[in-house]
């Protein structure tokens, strides 16, 4: 398929010129996109601490709560496809920027809410800015380091984030909960997002634009439906059950809506991804891979705090605290898996993650009834660490399968399958805990189908993921 030239974010035709700092030396482009990653991802989880509280004071009924959590994991999931479309339409940097704004005035608006309607129109608001940032921020690492060795190492640091934010949201929104208020859990991401706008607009080169490339919108639709209708489905199946009519609609609903995306995709003039694209193991198997380890992580994440708050009487400070340690090991493996790879290749980093996560939650899973929590951290540790040490080669394993002029939808894809297996992860979590004869038995078989999920990522992994070192070759 031929594009026209591409022009920079400034509308000009000729080639952007180098930010500064733009050389692989510079860590100012890792540091603008890796804090505007970290506040989406932040939002997902420092919420769930304050909607007790946001309820009481706004009055708001259990639809309302509902809506104020997932509504924005809902538009967040369901516009990654189009945020990626539209990077490589209109420049990935002019996306992200654009993203960036959305997201910050939202999350004031939402600061600001005087009533439950007001705070959950905003929240909405904020999920897209949320799908407008993710699918850049991987492009514009592509983009700002060339040379292998420094994009390994970009990757793995931004994989980090994912699973600090998430962690650290209830620790965080604890904290700022019981000190300065529920609004300031929104007010946070306001200094965050100014910081990320400069430091993008500072040191980011221009992405090239693609004016020619026109967006596909009944596909851009029918994968919202699909995405939105799937998670909306996965969230209540976790709290009315699996057999539910809602449950069962909203699952055919998206099946069939991504039966039409499908459809659509083989017809189309210039596709959200070439079928070609999709064809690639690399590229659909990177994705699977993406799927498994988030449902694995975040289906533990789920479980163990619920099982510290419920069953044992942690604060949510203190649940935070008890999870610590699966994030500390993030940060760790995160750095160690990019400073490796071009030595060994992604397959053996991605592989050796996946079973070292599914021997610590069969760990779990085979720990017994009432375990000390001290017997509860090598798993924790071990899922933290596989996980993040995996994420880095299957990023770059996405993110190397395709052509520049798709990588904005390249990451969203990715990005799509791995929230859809974090909805996944925390539904099953959820209705095996509430179905289950013993609590405790619940939280077992849920770590159990985790770490299966974690052994059927390692043999995609020995499938799909390259197994040599990138070498010198172009990204």
Avoid at 50 to 75: H, N
Avoid at 171 to 197: D, E, H, K
Avoid at 230 to 250: I, Q, Y
Wanted: glycine share 12%; hydrophobic share 50%.
């Amino acid at each position: 398929m031929a594009f026209a030239e591409p022009a920079g974010d400034g509308g000009s035709m000729s080639s952007p010129a180098p930010a500064p700092g733009s050389g692989r030396r510079s860590r100012a482009p890792l540091l603008a996109v890796c804090t505007g990653y970290f506040m989406v991802i932040l939002d997902v989880t420092i919420i769930n601490v304050a909607v007790p509280v946001i309820g009481r004071e706004l009055s708001a009924s259990l639809t309302g709560i509902q809506w104020i959590t997932d509504g924005y994991t809902l538009v967040f999931a369901g516009f990654l496809l189009t945020g990626g479309a539209l990077g490589d339409r209109l420049g990935n940097r002019r996306v992200f920027c654009s993203g960036v704004v959305v997201f910050t005035v939202s999350s004031a608006a939402c600061a600001l809410a005087p009533s439950t309607p007001f705070l959950v129109a905003a929240r909405l608001v904020e999920g897209l800015g949320a799908a407008l940032i993710v699918p850049g921020s991987l492009a514009l690492l592509q983009q700002s380091y060339p040379a292998p060795a420094a994009r390994s190492r970009a990757f793995g640091l931004w994989g980090s984030m994912a699973g600090i934010a998430a962690s650290a949201g209830p620790l965080l929104g604890g904290l700022l909960v019981s000190t300065a208020g529920w609004r300031w859990v929104f007010l946070i991401n306001l200094p965050a997002g100014l910081a990320c706008l400069v430091l993008t607009l500072r040191h980011v080169t221009r992405s090239p634009r693609r004016a020619a490339r026109s967006l596909d919108w009944p596909a851009q639709c029918a994968v919202v439906a699909a995405v939105a209708l799937l998670t909306a489905a996965l969230n209540e199946a976790g709290r009315r059950g699996w057999s539910d009519p809602a449950v069962l609609a909203g699952v055919g609903l998206a099946a069939l809506a991504a039966a039409a995306f499908a459809v659509r995709e083989r017809l189309a003039r210039s596709p959200v991804l070439p079928l070609s694209l999709l064809r690639s193991r690399a590229m659909s198997g990177g994705a699977a891979i993406g799927l498994l380890f988030n449902f694995g992580f975040y289906g533990m994440v789920f479980t163990a705090s619920l099982e510290f708050q419920h069953q044992r009487g942690y604060s949510a400070l203190g649940t935070g605290l008890a999870l610590f340690p699966a994030v500390a090991m993030t940060m760790f493996a995160s750095v160690l898996s990019g400073r490796l790879a071009r030595r060994t290749g992604d397959r053996p980093l991605v592989v050796s993650g996946m079973l070292l996560a599914a021997l610590g939650l069969a760990g779990w899973a085979s720990a017994g009834a009432d375990p000390a929590y001290p017997l509860l951290v090598v798993p924790m540790m071990a899922a933290g660490f596989g996980t993040s040490f995996a994420l880095t080669g299957s990023t770059a394993t996405v993110m190397g399968a395709a052509p520049p002029a798709y990588s904005g939808a390249a990451s969203a894809l990715f990005n799509t399958a791995r929230q859809i297996g974090s909805a996944t992860g925390v539904a099953i979590g959820g209705s095996l805990l509430a179905t289950a004869t013993h609590y405790t038995t619940g939280l077992r078989i849920s770590m159990a189908i985790g770490s299966l999920a974690y052994l059927a990522a390692a043999g995609l992994a020995w499938l799909c993921v390259p197994a040599k070192p990138e070498g010198g070759r172009a990204p």
